[in-house]
């Protein structure tokens, strides 16, 4: 009889969580913790995060070779450009591994992938257009780090740090998304 409880499911699969920023003032200082409240706690549901297991990898293995930084709002109204264009230049990102950073970097590094391409649509003349911009929205855009590998258990580091006031229009919600290969057990 074969014995296949060392076969692992590969899926390339991003691992990503929300954080928030409410309207009005945010000092310098506020920190944001990304994967620190799993699936069902706190209001989180999929559309927020896939995290089963508070701040730790519920998988096997987990290998991460890229990053990318969406925001968003959850009005019918679009995201303001002011506030993008404040959290993407006023945050920073740490990503630490057993306490040891890994990665420093202003936000306005990391591309969505997604969303936001500069598309300004406007009654204002042409001199007094603004823009937004996170990168081309293309899956493939992504800021590449060398690969690092999580195990079942470890503890997920990354905190988005406000570095320089802010002043938000709207409340404004961050996701982080771990571009990353999913090893599971196959049972």
């Known amino acids: 009889m074969n014995n296949y409880s060392n076969l692992k499911d590969k899926v390339r699969m991003p691992l990503y969580d929300t954080v928030s920023f409410s309207n009005g003032a945010v000092s310098a200082g506020t920190d944001k913790t990304f994967f620190n409240i799993p699936v069902g706690q706190s209001s989180k549901t999929y559309l927020d995060t896939n995290l089963e297991t508070a701040?730790?990898?519920?998988?096997d293995r987990i290998v991460v070779y890229?990053?990318?930084?969406?925001?968003?709002?959850?009005?019918?109204?679009?995201?303001?450009?002011?506030?993008?264009?404040?959290?993407?230049?006023?945050?920073?990102?740490?990503?630490?591994?057993?306490?040891?950073?890994?990665?420093?970097?202003?936000?306005?590094?990391?591309?969505?992938?997604?969303?936001?391409?500069?598309?300004?649509?406007?009654?204002?003349?042409?001199?007094?257009?603004?823009?937004a911009y996170n990168g081309n929205a293309s899956l493939s855009n992504y800021y590449r780090i060398n690969p690092e590998i999580f195990s079942k258990g470890e503890v997920l580091q990354f905190t988005l740090s406000v570095k320089s006031a802010m002043t938000l229009t709207a409340t404004t919600y961050v996701q982080l998304y771990l571009e990353s290969i999913t090893y599971k057990s196959i049972s």
């Open 55 to 59: 701040g730790q990898i519920p998988y």
């Open 66 to 131: 890229g990053l990318r930084l969406y925001l968003y709002t959850r009005t019918s109204t679009p995201v303001n450009i002011g506030d993008v264009n404040q959290i993407i230049n006023c945050c920073i990102l740490d990503f630490k591994k057993n306490n040891v950073s890994k990665l420093i970097i202003p936000a306005h590094w990391l591309p969505a992938g997604i969303g936001i391409e500069g598309f300004a649509s406007t009654t204002e003349e042409d001199t007094s257009i603004v823009s």
